[in-house]
């Protein structure tokens, strides 16, 4: 009896797999497309964009693109992708927004690279400064994405005057001003983590493994994302460096500025999705509550990639 009843338990293991198998290989296929198609979904970026690269104090260069220039009277919109993403993140406000446009690539990312101080959270700050400064940009609307938003919240409490210069607003999109693990899971979590990646860095991988970047890609978005934004997302995330992930983690996960935020005088405005499971709508809630005067935006079934998901709603915003 007993080795029968293994034999049913073994063969309802193997159907449970061969069924997740099937329904990953399904979802897979239904979310992989062309560059065609992305280029039809307006999410390749334009043609006539100018490029920048910055060389940075540490000795480090920086990546920035730039469409649009003067004549034109809306302020300059600065760009500034989160953590494993890219300029290609922007592609539809690129593409969308009238004015001078600058998407900044972040180091570690792209054709990023980082210098002798490598990923601290104040070095990622220092280089968004120096580009500003090294494109003359003035005036502007800082945008800040994920990390991105955690970058220009930093240069908001520890640099003000120098933010202030070259920026006259903020909007910080799907972003958090503090950690959204407890300490001990955070430090598992960059331990743990720390090990895959270096492997995979070795071998000369993504950091995620081929068959789960485009799970965790589908976890960024909110209800019915498209086809081609789950595969511009993928490419993001298996370009990303393991190494410079493996750099960037801990710093991401110690990210704690909630106490501070009292001190932001320059006008903010948050947008975040109902259905972030990343930086939840909490967090920006938060950033709101405690920045004096910010407003807030929520945007219903989008998920943390805003900038994707409800393109058009953001552009109008930054209109």
């Known amino acids: 009896m007993s080795l029968r009843r293994g034999a049913v338990a073994g063969a309802g293991v193997a159907a449970g797999l061969g069924l997740a198998y099937a329904v990953q290989r399904t979802a897979t296929l239904r979310w992989q497309v062309g560059a065609d198609e992305l280029a039809a979904a307006g999410r390749t970026l334009p043609g006539d ?16 693109v730039e469409r649009g220039g003067a004549g034109i009277e809306a302020p300059t919109v600065v760009l500034v992708h989160g953590i494993c993403l890219g300029i290609a993140t ?3 406000q690129l593409r969308g927004l009238g004015g001078r446009v600058v998407a900044v690539s972040q180091r570690g990312h792209g054709q990023s690279q980082a210098g002798a101080d490598g990923y601290r959270f ?22 800040g994405h994920s990390m991105g938003g955690m970058i220009a919240q930093l240069l908001a409490v520890t640099r003000p005057e120098e933010l202030a210069g070259r920026v006259r607003r903020l909007v910080l999109v799907a972003t958090t ?15 743990g983590t720390g090990r895959v990646l270096a492997a995979a860095e070795r071998r000369g991988r993504g950091p995620f493994p081929s068959s789960l970047s485009i799970w965790a890609a589908r ?15 993928c490419w993001m995330l298996d370009a990303m460096s393991p190494a410079a992930l493996a750099e960037l983690l801990p ?10 935020l009292g001190s932001v005088s320059l006008p903010t405005h948050a947008v975040v999705g109902t259905r972030d499971v990343l930086t939840p709508a909490r967090t920006s809630r938060a950033i709101a ?12 079934g989008s998920g943390h990639m805003v900038m994707l998901e409800r393109a058009e709603a953001l552009c109008d915003l930054l209109r």
């Open 90 to 92: 922007w592609a539809p």
């Open 122 to 143: 104040d070095r990622l700050g220092t280089d968004l400064l120096e580009v500003l400064d090294a494109l003359d940009v003035r005036d502007a609307v800082l945008v």
């Open 251 to 260: 710093h991401l996960l110690a990210f704690d500025v909630r106490e501070r």
């Open 219 to 233: 976890t960024a978005f909110g209800a019915r994302p498209s086809p081609a934004d789950i595969q511009l997302l």
């Open 289 to 300: 509550a405690r920045i004096p005067g910010a407003r807030l935006t929520t945007l219903p």
């Open 177 to 191: 001003p503090g950690p959204l693990l407890t300490a001990p899971f955070s430090a598992f979590i960059t331990a």
């Open 49 to 64: 964009l100018r490029h920048h690269f910055v060389a940075v104090s540490d000795g480090g260069r920086i990546h920035a």
